[in-house]
């Protein structure tokens, strides 16, 4: 086990690069980006017509078709995806860490003592170069403080509130609502062609769970993500709850990916969908089953409308959602689609 | 919200009163303790008018009917059961422990250093009055020797081929005949009201998991139990696959029942079953919700058609199942019910 911290699953080695190009506050407008609940006759309006559009119809139609060889019975058809830069934005860095941050203010009134100490005073500072510059370790303080010591319905509150105002910084719009268009369609055309629907994501399996519902149209329990413990007790008049322990049960990335779907689903999944290294061995996890398998990775190529970035493109790897040349290879070799937001996506976003 | 069960349009009613008009003979075809597919119109036939079936039906009608104050909507109906003596014999001990024991003659076979060491020279002796004095510890070396090392996919090979020959020595059948009929009724019932069906187990998750579906119906997404970690690597071929490890990442029993539903389900449960103190927290954290909820106890009070025990019955505590008064007390107090097996079930298996 690398750390006792809930979120160890998250990249956290520079993913605090971003974070100049972060707001220093928010104003009120709430405007969830709920997931649609229709489909047409024409599945995945929001991609073009070519290989990667074609790779998911084909995928749904063998596995759906009762005459098909490659027919999957309904109670076997389990889709995995990725969250971070493959069902919504993941740059400059990641929302998870921009709540942990915002939540330092509200985390050192209640335990002044915290004021003083290293990383909680140079993060009060607003200081961006001291902040960018704060440890892996620093970080990870950060983290157990933010996101752990508090009942689960408390801390299901606070992201809530958050979620609620707390803007991105290019498009000054609702974190939830930079979900890739094109990805709720896929969601949403796999769930009506019987697919159960999960995200299997690095960041914690707490924080996704807030929003997955109204979001991606996925309930809590179709969530897997990197995984806390949690302590029960009971309050003064009688009632027991669940508080939040800086206890690391499973760092859902990379090989932990497999090992979170074996924990919380407990079969392979037909399809994964991935968009950099953490999301390697779930997709050769998916792949190394019988029958009709779809794996697919997001790239990041389109700077204009969403961004560019990974080795994969030519591009400095900015260690957020790292897409390796060497994973690019592993793709074209095994038969995975590669996903290219500039040419198979028509709009990226809903309110495109 | 649209749940993703790829069922769940299907108006069961419009399927059960189709049924009617089939022309087979439904007497005439064998009764396997599988999960029945249907309800009639008088739901829970196995459970004699009184208390406990009325709470049940009050608490299904209560939570569906769209005019009742209490009604749940169709993604908040999570309903958790404990298996061992609550849906199926937990006397004279745990199947799970059964099969922990038979499988050490292989172990051994495959590790003959194991042969001579303590617990399993022990158990190779066939001394049951040596075996019934193994250790806690002893135990444990058992469960870790014939539960974990190898790849997740031999292990459900190997418990599928141990339940299709293992019997019960009062019965003389398969374990997975041993499930009480009278429950397997509320599960169906539960699932034709909306519910969604989870087993919350002491016991070990994957091995529940692997006959779940067929004999519960319940899938092993919905299997809550003791957790352990796995190991991702690589075979010979390139294929990944995982190991199972000796690492217990929660222990689903008494506290952990809890910790292990809000990990596996992410939220409380609008009804919970049990039979002993190991269930006492599940039912406290179900019961301290708001609106309707249902806490019941099966209260083993049955010699005759299937064993009596616990404390609670004014018997020894043979420290399997047990039923405390003080548990029997706060059921009492906090409104839950307890289920007389002698009283409240017309039949204890399908096959009486």
Not at 33 to 52: E, F, I, R, V, Y
Not at 136 to 160: I, S, W, Y
Not at 187 to 204: A, C, F, P
Not at 322 to 345: C, H, P
Request: hydrophobic share 40%; net charge neutral.
């Amino acid at each position: 086990m690398k750390s006792d911290d809930p979120s160890a699953g998250i990249d956290r080695r520079t993913l605090i690069s971003g974070l100049a190009a972060l707001p220093v506050a928010a104003s009120l407008l709430p405007r969830p980006a709920l997931a649609q609940g229709s489909s047409s006759s024409a599945p995945l309006p929001s991609w073009n017509d070519g290989p990667a559009r074609q790779a998911i119809v084909d995928f749904v139609r063998a596995t759906t078709d009762r005459s098909s060889p490659k027919f999957v019975a309904a109670e076997d058809r389990i889709a995995c995806f990725d969250q971070d830069g493959t069902l919504w934005v993941e740059k400059p860095i990641y929302t998870q860490v921009v709540y942990c941050l915002d939540r330092v203010p509200a985390v050192v009134a209640q335990k002044p003592a915290l004021k003083s100490r290293a990383p909680f005073k140079t993060i009060l500072s607003g200081n961006r170069e001291a902040i960018a510059k704060l440890s892996l370790h620093d970080l990870e303080e950060v983290l157990a403080a933010t996101l752990t010591g508090m009942p689960v319905e408390v801390f299901q509150a606070e992201v809530n509130k958050w979620l609620a105002s707390a803007k991105h910084p290019r498009w000054k719009r609702l974190y939830t609502d930079l979900t890739f268009q094109p990805m709720q369609e896929v969601l949403q055309y796999l769930r009506d062609s019987g697919y159960k629907t999960y995200i299997v994501t690095g960041g914690g399996q707490d924080f996704v769970r807030v929003y997955a519902q109204r979001v991606y149209g996925i309930p809590p329990e179709q969530v897997v993500g990197t995984m806390g413990g949690t302590k029960f007790g009971y309050a003064k008049d009688g009632k027991p709850f669940l508080t939040k322990e800086p206890k690391l049960l499973l760092d859902d990335d990379h090989a932990g990916k497999p090992q979170g779907i074996h924990l919380m689903i407990g079969r392979r999944p037909r399809a994964a969908f991935g968009n950099s290294v953490g999301d390697r061995e779930m997709l050769e996890y998916t792949g190394a089953g019988d029958g009709a398998r779809l794996m697919m990775l997001v790239l990041h190529d389109d700077a204009q409308r969403e961004y560019a970035y990974g080795p994969a493109n030519g591009l400095p790897d900015s260690k957020v959602g790292t897409f390796t040349q060497a994973l690019y290879d592993e793709a074209r070799k095994d038969g995975w689609t590669v996903i290219s937001m500039k040419n198979d996506w028509k709009r990226i976003f809903a309110f495109d």
